[in-house]
């Protein structure tokens, strides 16, 4: 009787299409160990430090150097850290910019007629509030598209600044203490810095923790699912509009503190910016949703690229080149991010 021949187990044979997604998988995988996927702008930024202190260490290795970036950004910062609310919740706020230098030619107007300037601050900032009303009124009872409605709103403020100072910047009759608002420092750190960190903290508990926060982002995401799930859209909208524009009041009057002038032009020139660092903080952090700590990345990450670039004389156009080409790049990392989540 012959003996059985024994069977031998067979390992099963993976398909090429089968093995090119493993090594996909473990692709991804070894992404996310290293946290590329969410902190990439913190390895970009690193690598920034790095190649500029290499290249220029006695210029950009420096505490000065380390002040000026966090004091000149930390308007920006305040001015993205608002433009985060009505982007969350779907919404474009052009005017936000405008907004800022609108609040800074009348805190500094006020105070030149020889009135309180602490009045003048909250005057200012009431402005702000009060255009981010007529933003909401335009965009939510008129339904005019908030890119349109804003950028008009961009525009009557630039004419209501040049108005006020007849195109001339305000540079007599401004309190010293006003001017300490936005030059004193805290440690060696301005103090600008320490009001886009209160800022930074308080919005990204709204948004984190705060059932306002997820309505925000519910809008943001599917505002047809959210209505039918109850969540007032339209206040949303509206409230996201008042609250960005009112950060923009309080972002110009720092700025014109800061500054110790009211220039007419100075708000426009913070908008791209601002911009490129929200979409760009879109892929950091949570990728795919607007939020505080990706935005702050941001916008240090661009700082540091620009200064760098400036202390290698680079010419001063390239500012501009630069923010363009992030925004550019943010928005498709972000659209690309959202269609993943």
């Given at each position: 009787?012959?003996?059985?021949?024994?069977?031998?187990?067979q390992?099963?044979?993976?398909?090429?299409?089968?093995?090119?997604?493993?090594?996909k998988?473990?692709?991804?995988?070894?992404?996310?160990?290293?946290?590329?996927?969410?902190?990439?702008?913190?390895?970009?930024?690193?690598?920034?430090?790095?190649?500029?202190?290499?290249?220029?260490?006695?210029?950009?290795?420096?505490?000065?150097?380390?002040?000026?970036?966090?004091?000149?950004?930390?308007?920006?910062a305040?001015?993205?850290?608002?433009?985060?609310?009505?982007?969350?919740?779907?919404?474009?706020?052009?005017?936000?910019?405008?907004?800022?230098g609108?609040?800074?030619?009348?805190?500094?107007?006020?105070?030149?007629?020889?009135?309180?300037?602490?009045?003048?601050?909250?005057?200012?900032?009431?402005?702000?509030?009060?255009?981010?009303?007529?933003?909401?009124?335009?965009?939510?009872?008129?339904?005019?598209?908030?890119?349109?409605?804003?950028?008009?709103?961009?525009?009557?403020?630039?004419?209501?600044?040049?108005?006020?100072?007849?195109?001339?910047?305000?540079?007599?009759?401004?309190?010293?203490?006003?001017?300490?608002?936005?030059?004193?420092?805290?440690?060696?750190?301005?103090?600008?810095v320490?009001?886009?960190v209160?800022?930074?903290?308080?919005?990204?508990?709204?948004?984190?923790?705060?059932?306002?926060?997820?309505?925000?982002?519910?809008?943001?995401?599917?505002?047809?699912?959210?209505?039918?799930?109850?969540?007032?859209?339209?206040?949303?909208?509206?409230?996201?509009?008042?609250?960005?524009?009112?950060?923009?009041?309080?972002?110009?009057?720092?700025?014109?503190?800061?500054?110790?002038?009211?220039?007419?032009?100075?708000?426009?020139?913070?908008?791209?910016?601002?911009f490129?660092?929200?979409?760009?903080?879109?892929?950091?952090?949570?990728?795919?949703?607007?939020?505080?700590?990706?935005?702050?990345?941001?916008?240090?990450?661009?700082?540091?690229?620009?200064?760098?670039?400036?202390?290698?004389?680079?010419?001063?156009?390239?500012?501009?080149?630069?923010?363009?080409?992030?925004?550019?790049?943010?928005?498709?990392?972000?659209?690309?991010?959202?269609?993943?989540?």
């Amino acid at each position: 009787m012959n003996a059985s021949t024994p069977a031998v187990a067979q390992e099963p044979v993976l398909s090429l299409e089968e093995d090119a997604a493993a090594e996909k998988g473990t692709r991804k995988l070894r992404v996310r160990g290293l946290g590329l996927d969410r902190f990439s702008g913190l390895y970009v930024w690193a690598g920034l430090i790095v190649l500029f202190g290499i290249w220029m260490p006695e210029l950009f290795l420096t505490s000065s150097n380390a002040r000026i970036i966090a004091g000149d950004e930390a308007i920006t910062a305040i001015l993205a850290l608002g433009l985060v609310i009505p982007l969350a919740a779907g919404v474009f706020d052009l005017s936000i910019a405008a907004t800022m230098g609108f609040a800074a030619v009348l805190v500094t107007w006020y105070q030149s007629h020889g009135h309180n300037p602490f009045v003048g601050v909250v005057l200012a900032i009431l402005a702000g509030t009060l255009v981010g009303v007529i933003n909401g009124f335009v965009v939510v009872k008129l339904r005019v598209d908030s890119f349109i409605a804003t950028l008009g709103m961009s525009s009557v403020l630039a004419a209501g600044a040049y108005w006020v100072t007849n195109g001339q910047q305000i540079v007599t009759g401004i309190s010293p203490d006003f001017v300490k608002f936005g030059t004193a420092q805290w440690f060696d750190i301005p103090v600008p810095v320490y009001y886009m960190v209160v800022l930074g903290g308080l919005l990204w508990l709204f948004l984190e923790f705060r059932p306002g926060g997820r309505y925000l982002y519910a809008v943001g995401g599917n505002p047809q699912a959210a209505r039918l799930a109850g969540v007032r859209v339209d206040r949303i909208v509206w409230g996201s509009m008042v609250a960005s524009a009112t950060i923009a009041g309080f972002a110009g009057v720092v700025l014109a503190a800061k500054l110790g002038t009211g220039n007419p032009t100075s708000g426009p020139a913070y908008l791209l910016p601002a911009f490129s660092a929200v979409f760009l903080g879109a892929t950091q952090i949570k990728a795919g949703r607007m939020n505080v700590l990706g935005t702050l990345i941001a916008i240090y990450l661009l700082a540091t690229g620009i200064k760098g670039l400036q202390l290698a004389g680079a010419p001063v156009f390239l500012n501009d080149l630069f923010n363009g080409l992030a925004l550019i790049l943010a928005v498709a990392l972000s659209a690309r991010s959202k269609r993943k989540v």
